[in-house]
């Protein structure tokens, strides 16, 4: 089936503007995440939904950062007055329904990102 | 302190050699899990292979196999007959547990990574 997808690929914005990502996650898939790349870094963690629960927003940077999910399918995140330091990679990623412990499902699959330019 | 430590930020392996990258991990918690990741040139990020901190056996998948070692807490990715295509950023990740439906827990927490290099 198909994988996990962004949109758009590319953003270049100016300062100051809003910008919109998009996620569509694997079809079946309960848990959604969004993480952010820096150039060079690893992966910062944003924020987590499951299922119809409240989100896990402990990872946004600021309250310019939100998303929602509808139900259990796509998901937008949202950058308010972005700055110069919001450039970078924005991944989505997709896992099945979370299990009660550790487990092989619980394997978080990427869509290949949205790269972020604040000029 | 960090949770995921991956110490060698660039290797580079001869084709068709078997190379380990390194990984240490942090955590007060019995049950987590560890992955590998593979991100190309490209950008997208590649899973790999997983292991259960419950694990009896190390885990392997084809050419991938991870070198658990729970008392060390070390995870480190052994690729054996390395191919031109396993050039790109490695990143090893730890999800900590026990995460519940609807828990705030799930997160993966990634390391920096290692650049590879395979060399023809």
């Known amino acids: 089936g198909a994988g996990v997808s962004q949109s758009p690929s590319n953003k270049v914005t100016e300062k100051g503007k809003d910008v919109e990502l998009r996620c569509d996650p694997i079809s079946g898939h309960t848990a959604l995440y969004w993480y952010r790349q820096r150039l060079g870094q690893g992966l910062e963690f944003l924020i987590y939904?499951?299922?119809?629960?409240?989100?896990?927003k402990s990872g946004l940077p600021s309250d310019r950062f939100s998303a929602e999910r509808t139900g259990e399918s796509v998901s937008t995140l949202t950058i308010q007055r972005t700055q110069q330091e919001d450039s970078a990679v924005y991944l989505c990623?997709?896992?099945?329904?979370?299990?009660?412990?550790?487990?092989?499902?619980?394997?978080?699959?990427f869509g290949p990102g949205t790269r972020l330019t604040v000029l | 302190a960090q949770k995921i430590t991956q110490t060698q930020p660039g290797m580079f392996v001869q084709e068709k050699e078997a190379v380990t990258l390194d990984c240490t991990y942090d955590t007060s918690d019995p049950s987590y899990g560890l992955f590998w990741y593979k991100q190309p040139s490209s950008g997208e990020m590649i899973f790999l292979i997983y292991q259960g901190s419950y694990d009896q056996q190390n885990a392997t998948e084809g050419r991938y196999s991870l070198n658990f070692q729970k008392a060390r807490k070390s995870a480190n990715l052994v690729i054996s007959a390395s191919q031109l295509g396993d050039s790109a950023m490695y990143f090893c990740a730890m999800r900590e547990g026990p995460w519940n439906y609807g828990g705030s827990q799930g997160n993966l927490i990634f390391g920096k990574g290692t650049k590879l290099s395979v060399k023809p």
């Open positions: 990623a997709s896992s099945p329904r979370t299990s009660g412990g550790a487990s092989r499902t619980d394997t978080q699959y």
């Open positions: 939904f499951q299922g119809n629960s409240a989100p896990d």
